[in-house]
Nanobody
Framework: QVHLVESGGGLVQAGDSLRLSCAAS????????VGWFRQATGKEREFVAA????????DYADSVKGRFTISRDNAKNTVDLQMSSLKPEDTAVYYC?????????????????WGQGTQVTVSS
């Protein structure tokens, strides 16, 4: 079992930056890919970014490409999402998720473990 806790959300203005962090605990000795997803009010949860176990492979949704950067520190069991040039449409609850394996995964169904989420609100 892997327990995930997100932090770093908040209220910012359009154009600002924010850094989210996902801390993993529990069975962290195995390889796992990590993803960030988000869910806006009234919408389905959508893929944002993902990173492989070694951190050498990353992928992003087109809507955040060039603005968001995912990174991980396996020694600290953390995965961060650096968000820049934020837009009102980035407003959502952001979730991190873990999937057993070495690859990166972009589909929700690939992930076994989910955090509780952190709210990001971007005002115009």
């Amino acid at each position: 079992q892997v327990h995930l806790v997100e932090s770093g959300g908040g209220l910012v203005q359009a154009g600002d930056s924010l850094r989210l962090s996902c801390a993993a605990s529990g069975r962290t000795g195995t390889d796992y890919g990590v993803g960030w997803f988000r869910q806006a009010t009234g919408k389905e949860r959508e893929f944002v970014a993902a990173i492989s176990w070694t951190g050498t492979s990353t992928d992003y949704a087109d809507s955040v490409k060039g603005r968001f950067t995912i990174s991980r520190d396996n020694a600290k069991n953390t995965v961060d999402l650096q968000m820049s040039s934020l837009k009102p449409e980035d407003t959502a609850v952001y979730y991190c998720a873990a999937a057993p394996g070495k690859r990166l995964y972009t589909l929700k169904r690939s992930y076994d473990y989910w955090g509780q989420g952190t709210q990001v609100t971007v005002s115009s």
